[in-house]
């Protein structure tokens, strides 16, 4: 079975450009979610999809990012204008639960680790 | 909010050494827990989970008890290897929509 696809696996930009990371989860997984993992900390939860629509995005600044999943499927997380503070780690997860299911098992991606210089 | 705390790391310990982690939670209801780990260079992948107050998850060798009386999921092995070395993740989910609220990590790693 395929996982959790990400990409880049890598990136490094300048402060105020623009960068994306696309997922692609496991076929079939209903839920997607994109967590924010600075050095030393957990994963922080940014936005979570049932489908292609928005369930949680409490936690996104939305001021800079932006996320979207068309067709229910693959997603792509945008950060425009970047700063220092974005360096991280950007996780791609899918469960094939609904929304609600609160012990359904997430799959994580490898993720994309972000230098903001 | 809910919150996840963990003993803070690394830890290193020798080979078939006992392994205990602390985790302790605050949560209004009753989430359910979890312990995820993240091998070198690999993705976070679920090692065990609890639904209920009292349940024990298991896998590979460890444990983590459900105690609600304490809000607790301590990880314990009783005989840890070279392979179990990695960063180990303590979370729960809110039970709003699946989302999973983690702890900071404890990296492990275990010297032959």
């Known amino acids: 079975e395929a996982g959790v696809a990400q990409s880049p696996r890598y990136k490094i930009i300048e402060k105020r450009q623009s960068v994306a990371f696309w997922c692609n989860p496991i076929?079939?997984?209903?839920?997607l979610y994109w967590y924010q993992q600075i050095l030393g900390q957990g994963p922080k939860l940014l936005i979570q999809?049932?489908?292609?629509?928005?369930?949680?995005d409490s936690q996104l600044p939305k001021d800079r990012f932006s996320a979207e999943r068309l067709k229910g499927v693959d997603s792509t997380l945008k950060i425009q204008p970047a700063k220092l503070e974005d360096s991280a780690v950007y996780l791609c997860?899918?469960?094939?639960?609904?929304?609600?299911?609160?012990?359904?098992?997430?799959?994580f991606g490898s993720g994309t680790q972000l230098s903001v210089l | 909010g809910d919150s996840v705390t963990q003993m803070e790391g690394p830890v290193t310990l020798s080979e078939e050494a006992f392994l205990t982690i602390n985790c302790t939670y605050t949560?209004?209801?009753?989430?359910?827990l979890f312990w995820y780990v993240q091998y070198p260079g690999e993705g976070l992948q679920l090692l065990l989970k609890?639904?209920?107050?009292?349940d024990k998850g298991s896998n590979k060798g460890f444990e983590a008890t459900y105690r609600k009386e304490t809000t607790s999921f301590h990880l314990e092995k009783g005989s840890v290897q070279v392979s179990d070395s990695a960063v180990y993740f303590c979370?729960?989910?809110?039970?709003?929509?699946?989302?999973?609220?983690f702890g900071q990590g404890t990296e492990l790693s275990v010297k032959p």
């Open positions: 997860a899918s469960s094939a639960g609904s929304w609600g299911r609160a012990n359904e098992k997430l799959f």
């Open positions: 076929s079939g997984h209903a839920t």
């Open positions: 999809f049932q489908n292609n629509g928005v369930v949680d």
């Open positions: 949560a209004t209801g009753y989430p359910s």
């Open positions: 609890a639904t209920k107050a009292d």
């Open positions: 979370a729960l989910s809110d039970n709003q929509g699946g989302k999973l609220i």
